[in-house]
C-alpha cells in the first residue's frame, strides 16, 4: 500500500509534467531550433578559427634570436589558424576590391543561386514524400500530377545547377585575373605607380625566400583562385542546408530528436577531426616540391648546351630523379594518410550518421508526440519520406561541412604560398632582402657597412663618392670607390674575375643596393646594357632592333621600317631583313643569329635607343676588330657615353680615362694615354716573349759547356 501511495503522486506528477511540457511545447520547440541554429553557427565558427598553440607561444618571445626562429616558424606553418585568416584578408582585398566590383556581383549572385536552390531542394522533399503517398492510396492524378510538378521543378532546378557552376568558374576566374594583375603590377612593375623596382630581377639574385616565383605566379595562384572560388559554395551552402534542412525536420519530428542527433553527431565529428591529417601543410609543401622539380628542369634547358660538352647527363639525371623521388615520396605519404582517413570520414559520415538519421526518422512512427493527432499509413508514409528526403541532404550538408575542413586546409596551403610571394615582393620593394651571406658578414666592421645605405641623387654625369662595392651575399670587393666620368668620358674598366666589374653596372642599373657614401648618376632608363650574349626577345625581328619599345612607341619616334634599315646597314647587318623573309617574320633570334650577328643586333638596338650611356661588357668579342672601331665611333657620335668592360687592346684608344681593379679590393682611376699603354703592352709583350726564350738559351748554354769540357 505505501509503495502505490508513493507511484501514485509520482505517476501523477509524470502525468502534470507532460502536459505542462505539451501545453507549453511549441515555446520550448523554438527556443530548441534557436539553440541548434547557434550552435552550428557557433562550432563551425570555432573550428574554422582555431587557434594553434605555436600562434599562442609566439607572443612570449624572449630575446632577438627566439623571436627571429619563431618568425621563420610562422611562415613556414600552415593550419587554419589567426596567420591563416590573416594572409587571406590581405588577398581578398585585392581579390574583391569594392562592393561595387565585378567580383562582388559575381558572389551575390552565387550567393542568390544557392538560397534558390535549397528552396528547391526543400520544395522536391515534401514533393517526394506526396508523390509516395499517392502511391500508397493508390490516387493516380494526385500521383500524375505531382509527377507534373516534378518534371516543371526540374527546369528552374537544372537552370540553378547549370549557373551555379557558370559563376563558380567565373568568380575563379576573376579571382585570378585580379590577383594576377596585382602580382604581376609588383613583379614587373607599372608605369602608373611610378617605381622602378625591378623586383623580379631583385627576388632571384638579392633574395633566397622564393627560388620558383614563374611556378607560384602560374600554377599557386590558379589553384587558390579555384579553391577560393569553390570554397564559399562549400562551407556557406551546407551551413544553410544544415540550418534550414533541420529546421524543416524539427517541424515534422520535433526539436528532440533534433538535439539527440546534434549530440551524437558532435561526438562522432570530434573523432574525425582528431584523425584528420595535416591536409593544408601537405599541399603547400607538395607545390613547392613540384615548384623545385620544373625548377630543375627549367636549369637542364637552360644550360643544355654546357651540360652536354661536359657530358653531365648522368649528374643532371641523378639531380632530377632526385628532386622526382622526394616529390613521389611525398605524394605516397599523403595518398596514405587520405585513405585511412577517407575509410574513416566515410565511415563516420555515411553510415554512423545515416543510422542516426533513420533512429530519427522513426521516432513519428513509433512514438506518439503531444500536440500530433492520429494519422493514416499513406500520411504516414509521406512523412517517412519526406524526413528520410530532409535528413539525407542534412547529413550531406554536415558531410560537405566536415569535407570542406580539408578543404578549408588546402586552401590554407595555397594561401600561405600566394602570401610568401606577396610578402616577398613587398620586402624586395622595401630593400628588405633575405640572402645566405659569406661567413666574414660576421664581423663588426663588415656588418656596419651592410647595414649603411649610400645616397643616390640624379645627376647628369657619373660620380662615385666613397660607395662600397658589395655582392647579394655580403662579400666586399671594394670598400671604398671613387671616381668621375663626365659625358663624352668614355670609361675602361679592366681587372681579374669576380674583383667588381659587373657589379658597378648593377649599381649604375638600379640593380643593387647603395651600402655607403654618395653615388650621382642618371636614371637607370639613360643605361643600356650589351653583354657578351645579348638578349633577345620573343617576337619578330623589327621587334629585336626596338626592344622593349613596341611598334606603337616606334611610331611615335616617327621613325619607319627605311630608318630601322639604315640602322642595321651601320653595323652590316643590313641583308638579314631579305635573308630572314622581311621585317615581321618570327624566329628563334638565338638560334637563328650566330654570335657574332647577335651582337651587331644589340649595337642596332642600341643606335635606335641613343641613350646616355652604353654599358659594354665584352660586347664585341665575336665581331671584326674593324667593324668594332666602326660601332665604337658611331655611338661616340651619337653622344652616348661608352663604359666598356673589354681586354682587347684596340678598344683602348676609343676610351679617355681607365678604372683598374687589382682584385684584391684596390683600384687605380686616371686618365687613359692609349699610345702610351699600347707601346708598354707591346713592350711588355716582347719582354715576356723573350724570357721564355731564357729556359732554352740556358740549356743550350749548359751543352756547349758540356762540349768545350769534352775536348770537342
Known amino acids: 500500500m505505501a509503495a502505490h501511495s508513493v507511484l501514485r503522486p509520482s505517476r501523477a506528477h509524470i502525468r502534470q509534467l507532460a502536459r505542462l511540457y505539451g501545453s507549453h511545447r511549441p515555446l520550448i520547440q523554438r527556443l530548441l531550433v534557436l539553440g541548434f541554429i547557434a550552435h552550428v553557427l557557433s562550432s563551425t565558427y570555432h573550428s574554422f578559427t582555431a587557434k594553434s598553440s605555436n600562434s599562442r607561444h609566439s607572443k612570449s618571445s624572449k630575446g632577438k634570436e627566439k623571436a627571429a626562429e619563431q618568425s621563420s616558424e610562422r611562415k613556414q606553418r600552415v593550419a587554419i589558424d589567426a596567420v591563416f585568416y590573416q594572409r587571406l584578408s590581405n588577398i581578398l582585398r585585392i581579390v574583391i576590391p569594392t562592393l561595387r566590383s565585378k567580383e562582388a556581383l559575381l558572389l551575390v549572385m552565387h ?147 533534433l538535439v539527440l542527433l546534434t549530440v551524437a553527431i558532435q561526438a562522432s565529428a570530434a573523432l574525425l577531426r582528431a584523425v584528420t591529417p595535416p591536409f593544408g601543410l601537405y599541399t603547400a609543401l607538395s607545390a613547392q616540391l613540384s615548384g623545385n622539380l620544373r625548377h630543375t628542369h627549367s636549369r637542364l634547358a ?119 610571394l606577396l610578402e616577398t615582393m613587398g620586402d624586395v620593394r622595401k630593400g628588405k632582402f633575405d640572402k645566405a651571406l659569406v661567413s666574414s658578414a660576421q664581423t663588426d666592421e663588415h656588418a656596419r657597412i651592410l647595414k649603411g645605405r649610400g645616397v643616390i641623387i640624379e645627376s647628369e654625369e657619373i660620380e662615385f663618392k666613397d660607395v662600397p662595392i658589395v655582392t647579394p651575399n655580403g662579400d666586399i670587393l671594394v670598400r671604398s670607390l671613387s671616381f668621375y666620368v663626365k659625358p663624352g668620358q668614355h670609361l675602361l674598366i679592366v681587372g681579374p674575375n669576380g674583383c667588381g666589374k659587373s657589379s658597378l653596372f648593377r649599381i649604375l642599373g638600379g640593380l643593387w643596393p647603395v651600402y655607403g657614401g654618395t653615388v650621382r648618376k642618371p636614371p637607370a632608363s639613360q643605361f643600356i646594357l650589351i653583354p657578351q650574349r645579348p638578349y633577345l626577345s620573343l617576337g619578330t625581328l623589327r621587334d629585336q632592333i626596338i626592344y622593349p619599345h613596341g611598334p606603337e612607341d616606334m611610331q ?64 664585341t668579342s665575336l ?49 687613359l694615354d692609349a699610345e702610351k699603354r699600347l707601346a708598354l703592352q707591346q713592350e711588355k709583350e716582347a719582354l715576356e716573349a723573350k724570357l721564355l726564350e731564357v729556359p732554352k738559351m740556358k740549356a743550350r748554354l749548359a751543352e756547349l759547356q758540356a762540349l768545350q769540357k769534352g775536348g770537342v
Not at 513509433?366 to 512523412?383: A, H, M, N, W, Y
Not at 653622344?639 to 684608344?653: A, E, N
Open 111 to 257: 550567393s542568390s543561386l544557392l538560397i534558390f536552390r535549397t528552396v528547391i531542394s526543400l520544395y522536391v522533399a515534401a514533393l517526394d514524400g506526396r508523390i509516395v503517398a499517392s502511391l500508397v492510396r493508390a490516387q493516380p492524378v494526385p500521383f500524375l500530377l505531382n509527377i507534373l510538378r516534378w518534371l516543371l521543378v526540374a527546369i528552374p532546378a537544372t537552370w540553378t545547377n547549370s549557373w551555379l557552376s557558370y559563376v563558380q568558374n567565373k568568380l575563379a576566374l576573376a579571382y585570378r585575373t585580379r590577383l594576377t594583375e596585382e602580382v604581376m603590377k609588383q613583379y614587373l612593375g607599372d608605369e602608373k605607380d611610378g617605381q622602378d623596382a625591378k623586383v623580379f630581377y631583385k627576388m632571384s639574385n638579392l633574395d633566397d625566400r622564393i627560388k620558383n616565383p614563374d611556378q607560384m605566379i602560374t600554377h599557386d595562384i590558379q589553384r587558390f583562385s579555384v579553391h577560393l572560388a569553390a570554397i564559399y559554395a562549400n562551407v556557406a551552402k551546407p551551413i544553410l542546408d544544415m540550418i534550414l534542412y533541420n529546421y524543416q525536420l524539427s517541424q515534422n519530428v520535433g526539436a528532440e530528436g
Open 556 to 619: 611615335a619616334r616617327g621613325i619607319i621600317d627605311d630608318d630601322l634599315l639604315s640602322i642595321l646597314a651601320r653595323v652590316q647587318m643590313d641583308s638579314v631583313v631579305q635573308r630572314e623573309g622581311g621585317w615581321d617574320v618570327m624566329r628563334d633570334w638565338r638560334e637563328a643569329l650566330s654570335g657574332g650577328d647577335q651582337q651587331k643586333i644589340a649595337w642596332a638596338r642600341l643606335f635606335y635607343h641613343r641613350p646616355k650611356y652604353a654599358v659594354l661588357d665584352e660586347a
Open 302 to 420: 637552360e644550360f643544355a648546351e654546357e651540360i652536354a660538352f661536359l657530358g653531365g647527363e648522368d649528374t643532371e639525371k641523378m639531380l632530377v630523379e632526385r628532386e622526382y623521388a622526394g616529390l613521389v615520396q611525398h605524394e605516397a605519404k599523403v595518398l596514405r594518410k587520405a585513405w585511412w582517413h577517407g575509410c574513416a570520414e566515410e565511415g563516420i559520415i555515411k553510415w554512423l550518421w545515416g543510422s542516426f538519421g533513420l533512429c530519427i526518422c522513426a521516432i513519428p512512427v513509433f512514438f506518439k508526440i503531444p500536440g500530433v493527432q492520429g494519422i493514416d499509413l499513406g500520411s504516414r508514409t509521406e512523412g517517412f519520406v519526406t524526413n528520410r528526403r530532409l535528413l539525407l541532404s542534412a547529413s550531406d550538408a554536415l558531410g560537405r561541412v566536415m569535407y570542406s575542413y580539408k578543404e578549408l586546409a588546402e586552401l590554407a596551403g595555397y594561401t600561405a604560398r600566394v602570401a610568401e
Open 623 to 671: 665581331v671584326p676588330p674593324d667593324m668594332e672601331g666602326m660601332m665604337m665611333e658611331y655611338a661616340a657620335r651619337l653622344g652616348i657615353t661608352l663604359l666598356t668592360v673589354s681586354h682587347r687592346p684596340s678598344l683602348w684608344k676609343y676610351h679617355a680615362m681607365i678604372l683598374q681593379y687589382d682584385g684584391q679590393g684596390g683600384y687605380v682611376f686616371t686618365k
